[in-house]
């Protein structure tokens, strides 16, 4: 079954008693047994929802994997991640990764005894020689956010199961429509299903897909353990956006391309950070690892004081001043201020993440108008 199918079949069976094509919101907390164990597969809600469980299904065609555990957020996926560690082990991770994510393992994470690191990966040899003997996974972003820098997944990867290492890649950029690292080696992939996998800006939720069955079931426990699950309604609205993911990310895809040389070439604009550019480095392992280069675009100005970032970032009219991404609109943001604040600065300015860059999500208007709105503030 090819994408374009799976986004809309895979996992998904009219309801048997209705026959209703859209999975219906099963909004209850628990079911009736007929005896003590003697149920239809479902308990309590906490543990199984038949809307959730549909929405797995289909999350695990989508990344060619067996199994995929949905949750409350994208870091609440996270956390059940790094819940398969124990005090002391170390996550070996990239130095160029969401805020959110360097805020768990180090401000959460850290006072329990568990370590990171964050190094350049974006040369697979840096990583075989960074890892230690407390490392215990290997967390990749690719591309990163928000410098979109390219990590080769498989070249990583590899290295890593020679050394029994797991690894996690945050996919979130990228989609299951662009990118699928599990065919690439990863052990497990993350998205933060609120960005392009739901596409609509209206929901929280995220989930990790696995191949292997043990991997999958530990972490399941971890889900049900810890209650760190989304609701139906949620879960309905994922589902919902998934049938047009392939469509939403193309057609914003393609406007990136246009908008990113439109801002390479304006006289105001000193450097662009698009994989899609030949000279962006890893290129062509974007290329090869990718199936487009994505709608996620960064750029900074000549003048880069951050009065004239915070000029731009507030005088758009298309582009809105908001968090998040991969939704239908577009959206422009300030990583230093919003995404990232919780990332020190010196550590940000290591990965040129300066207090002006600014960073596009790109939506699906129509281009010309995208172009123009920015042209009207630069």
Known sequence: MKFATKVIHAGIEPDPSTGAVMTPIFQTSTYVQAAPGDHKGYEYARTQN??????????????????????????AAQDAVIK?????????????LYGGSYRQMVRVYGQWGLKSRYIDMYNANN?????????????????????????????????????????????????????????LGADIVLHSATKYIGGHSD??????????????????????????????????????????LHLRV?????????????LANHP????????????????????????????????????????????????????????????????IGHPASMTHASIPREERLKVGLTDSLIRLSVGVEDVDDLIQDLNNII
């Open 50 to 75: 038949p809307t959730r469980s549909a929405l797995e299904k289909n999350l695990a065609a989508l990344e060619n994997g067996t199994d995929a555990i949905c949750f409350g957020s994208g870091l």
């Open 84 to 96: 398969l560690l124990k005090s002391g082990d170390e996550i070996l991770s990239v130095n160029d």
């Open 127 to 183: 990583v075989a020689d960074a890892i230690g003997p407390d490392t215990k996974l290997i967390w990749i972003e690719t591309p990163t956010n928000p410098m979109l820098n390219i990590v080769d997944i498989a070249a990583v990867c590899a290295i890593a199961r020679e050394r029994g290492i797991l690894t996690c890649v945050d996919n979130t950029f990228a989609s299951p429509y662009l990118q699928n690292p599990l065919d």
């Open 203 to 244: 929901v929280v939720h995220g989930c990790l897909i696995v191949k292997d069955s043990e991997l999958g079931a530990r972490l399941r426990f971890l889900q049900n353990a810890s209650g760190a699950v989304p609701g139906p309604q949620d879960c309905f609205l994922v589902l919902r956006g998934i049938k047009t």
């Open 250 to 262: 193309q057609r914003a895809c393609e406007n990136a391309e246009k908008i990113a040389h439109f």
């Open 268 to 331: 105001k604009v000193s450097k662009v950070y698009w994989p899609g550019f030949e000279h962006h480095p890893n290129h062509d392992i974007a290329k090869k690892q990718m199936r487009m280069f994505g709608a996620m675009v960064s750029f900074d100005l000549k003048d880069n004081t951050i009065e004239n970032a915070y000029r731009v970032l507030s005088g758009t009219h298309l582009f809105s001043l908001a968090e998040s991404l991969g939704g239908v609109e577009s959206l």
